[in-house]
């Protein structure tokens, strides 16, 4: 058995040639030796008993506190990561919405620009309501930097309802 228990080392890595390289065994390898506790007089086993191994008051106080300090901490995140979750589906939930009413509203629209018969507002406003075209003096052009934004600093002047005949007789 001892035998078997031996381990081999190589010795003599430099070796020149193509000769096998040679085993050594190591002496001392897989013997156990016997292990003797030691005998300790009875006067310090006495005194060492009477030692408290664990830990003090003030300690286990502190360590309490940084305990509840953790538990505390751990709980808050937890209900902040939850409110945020929850702010996230509703976010998610107004945003479908959202778009569910856009695309209602530009259903809408498409179906109002195709519904409309723009001669027959034309029909209706010349004959019934009496409207026309305006004159070539009656229109104003103007140019503006914003395209959907007019300023008006005062009224515009009304037109006296007098006849050309009128003017020229006066």
Do not use: W
């Not at 620009?113 to 004159?135: C, F, H, K, R, W």
């Amino acid at each position: 058995m001892e035998a078997k228990r031996q381990r081999y080392q190589y010795n003599n890595y430099a070796v020149e040639g193509s000769t096998a390289r040679k085993l050594q065994v190591v002496p001392g390898y897989g013997e156990v030796e016997e292990q003797v506790p030691e005998q300790r007089p009875a006067r310090e086993t006495r005194r060492k008993s009477g030692v408290n191994i664990g830990i003090d008051l003030f300690s286990l106080l502190v360590l309490t506190a940084a305990i509840a300090v953790t538990l505390y901490t751990c709980i808050e995140y937890l209900q902040v990561q939850t409110g945020v979750s929850q702010m996230n589906q509703e976010i998610a939930g107004l945003e479908h919405n959202l778009s569910k009413l856009q695309n209602e509203n530009k259903d809408a629209l498409s179906e109002i620009n195709t519904s409309l018969d723009l001669n027959y507002i034309y029909q209706i406003a010349t004959t019934e309501l009496g409207m026309v075209y305006p004159g070539e003096n009656q229109v104003i052009t103007y140019k503006s930097n914003l395209s959907d934004y007019v300023k008006q600093y005062e009224d515009i002047p009304e037109e006296n309802e007098t006849s050309l005949l009128e003017k020229i007789v006066e």
